[in-house]
């Protein structure tokens, strides 16, 4: 059937949903008055119509101001005229919406109480009630309003009405005048306050945009407030005539900023503070990471505790743990544990390589460590994760060949940092390195990086999980076996591991693509010899030759698989956990029960020392 064009097209487009009718019939556009009566609003015969008003019936504006309704028909429907008296009495400016009652009950006063603002009434003398007041109240609605006597014009105001909180001023009305006159900058200063209902809400939007604002100072904010409202008019563009001095007011009530503007500006915006370090939120998470339980039960205990249960802490009046080392043979898994640990905390993440921060110019390394501990301050809470951390902090006075000792001056800055003048604030270090043995003691005493990690090499039951989270989103075939994979790598790392893995899948891919070009080679022959083309449906139907990961590529990986940690330095990172495990293991013999004669003990033990 076809369309009939009499009819409207309904306007589906999201982009102007925003422009279509959606008031309801109460709520009216505020526009200039041609009257200069301080008591009227001015609406369309239709208008009234539609609220059921008449000529002459009182209506209640914004703020309880009440006006006299009158019809005109120039006045545009959906619009109500004010003059700039009537608008400062409701608080409202040109263009606002506005809702307007019918107000039916309004009983007659029995007193008012109405003050000159004091600007207005300097130099002069007399009863202002008889000059002004008297013949103004015989015809007038007012809240403020304005007087003109002579030729001097004087702005009164209604401070409080019996009964409340609006009435019609009548002939036995009791008119006071008592009183100072009113402070007009203190009275109208609530005129220009805007409050956070002004906005209309939107809680839920506010709090997740203040979530993605980590880092942010309240110039940022404000920069990103200012852009989203900027996106907000492009969008609008196409409905503003640049010729015009004025903006329609239909365009101006259709703008507003939404959530999508924000998206916009948060996408656009950096914080200030941060523009020259890379500060994230990881998308690592305990899944990503294969094995090492135990670690990962120590990592929470450290980092996760303080932030999630802040109140045990308190009560047991203990501070935090400032940081941690992971030491270790490379490839286990240390930058991948530093960033799931932030992940789970929901923490920024800076990540730092030791020798990014030395520079060849005098005291610009040590004021490297400064900018990003300070940064890290500014985006907290934050973890910081130093890679490469015995590059930076060498035994201090062993490093012949730095030149003007940076080593040491970068060093003693960290130390600096990490605790006693500069507070940390909400900021927790996670140090890596392959040399612990070359890292200055200082810098692992309790109080700084006090809790040592050692992530050794994945034993077969951590191997297996590695494989299974390295390839949990590639096709397997069913004939792969994973454990025996993990069970014929002994000595094999997470990333010598991971290796194979991707080495398997890019081997598949090679024969994918080789079975693809293949195809096109055969099917191109055929429809030569045919002497036609190829039906689409034949391509279609063509199966995939190498669906998934299967052994033969997992056999051909492992022929070019090596192991990156050599045995010599497995006896070397495992001598140097149990000796430093039997130099923290001191008081494994003290027991409550001994205490006194275990204090003799160790008295004696001072005296032979002496």
């Not at 598949?508 to 030569?528: L, M, P, Q």
Request: some cysteine; aromatic content about 6%.
């Amino acid at each position: 059937m076809a369309d009939d064009p009499s009819r409207p097209v309904a306007d589906d487009s999201t982009a102007t949903a925003i422009l279509r009718q959606k008031r309801s019939p109460n709520r009216l556009i505020v526009d200039e008055s041609p009257s200069d009566d301080n008591s009227v609003a001015i609406l369309h015969p239709t208008t009234m119509e539609t609220l059921g008003l008449f000529r002459g019936d009182t209506i209640i504006g914004e703020k309880d101001t009440v006006l006299i309704c009158l019809s005109q028909d120039d006045i545009e429907e959906g619009k109500v005229a004010m003059n700039k008296v009537a608008r400062g009495n409701c608080a409202i400016k040109l263009g606002d919406l506005v809702h307007v009652s019918p107000a039916n009950d309004i009983k007659y006063g029995k007193r008012i109480h109405v003050l000159p603002f004091a600007d207005s009434i300097e130099g002069l003398s007399g009863n202002l009630f008889d000059v002004y007041l008297r013949p103004y109240f015989l015809e007038a609605y007012r809240d403020v309003f304005q007087v003109r006597g002579g030729m001097r014009t004087v702005d009164f105001k209604v401070v409080e009405v019996d009964p409340s909180p609006y009435c019609i001023v009548a002939s036995d009305t009791v008119i006071h005048t008592e009183g100072d006159p009113l402070d007009r900058e203190a009275e109208e200063a609530n005129l220009n306050e805007v409050g956070y209902d002004d906005l209309g809400g939107c809680r839920k939007q506010l709090a997740q945009i203040a979530a993605d604002t980590h880092g942010y100072v309240g110039a940022d904010m404000a920069s990103l407030c200012s852009e989203a409202a900027m996106q907000q008019i492009r969008e609008k563009m196409d409905l503003i005539d640049l010729d015009e001095d004025t903006i329609d007011a239909e365009v101006l009530d259709s703008l507003g900023v939404t959530m999508e503007n924000f998206r916009f500006a948060l996408g656009v915006n950096n914080p200030s503070a941060l523009r020259e370090t890379v500060v994230e939120i990881p998308t690592t998470t305990w899944n990503d990471i294969g094995g090492l339980d135990k670690v990962k039960r120590e990592l929470q205990e450290t980092v996760q505790y303080p932030v999630e249960h802040p109140e045990k802490f308190l009560k047991y009046g203990m501070s935090p743990s400032k940081g941690v080392l992971f030491y270790g043979p490379p490839g286990t898994g240390k930058t991948l544990l530093a960033k799931a640990i932030a992940n789970e905390c929901q923490a920024n993440f800076i990540s730092i390589k030791g020798p990014e921060l030395l520079t060849m110019w005098f005291g610009e390394s040590e004021a490297n460590v400064r900018d990003v501990f300070d940064k890290a301050r500014a985006a907290a809470p934050c973890v910081m994760f130093f890679d490469e951390l015995d590059s930076i902090a060498k035994s201090r006075g062993g490093s012949g060949g730095d030149a003007g000792g940076a080593g040491d001056r970068v060093l003693n800055q960290i130390l600096t940092e990490m605790d006693g003048m500069n507070a940390k604030k909400n900021v927790f270090i996670i140090g890596a390195t392959n040399r612990p043995d070359q890292i200055d003691s200082a810098l692992l005493r309790p109080g700084r990086l006090d809790q040592l990690i050692y992530i050794p090499l994945p034993d077969e039951a951590s191997r297996l999980s590695i494989l299974q989270a390295t390839l949990r989103k590639s096709p397997i075939a069913p004939g792969v076996d994973l454990s025996f994979l993990a069970k014929n790598t002994a000595g094999f790392s997470g990333a010598d591991l991971t290796e194979i893995c991707q080495r398997a899948a890019k081997l598949a891919i090679r024969a994918s693509i080789d079975a693809d070009i293949r195809k096109d080679r055969d099917r191109k022959e055929k429809a030569e010899a045919a002497g036609e083309d190829v039906s689409l449906m034949d391509e279609e139907n063509d199966e995939d030759e190498v669906p998934a990961i299967t052994v033969d590529h997992f056999e051909e990986a492992m022929q070019f698989a090596r192991r990156s940690v050599s045995d010599a330095d497995i006896r070397r990172y495992e001598m140097f956990s149990t000796t430093l495990q039997q130099s923290r293991s001191f008081g494994n013999n003290f027991k409550n029960g001994q205490a006194q004669e275990g204090g003799a003990t160790f008295q004696n033990e001072a005296d032979d020392d002496e």
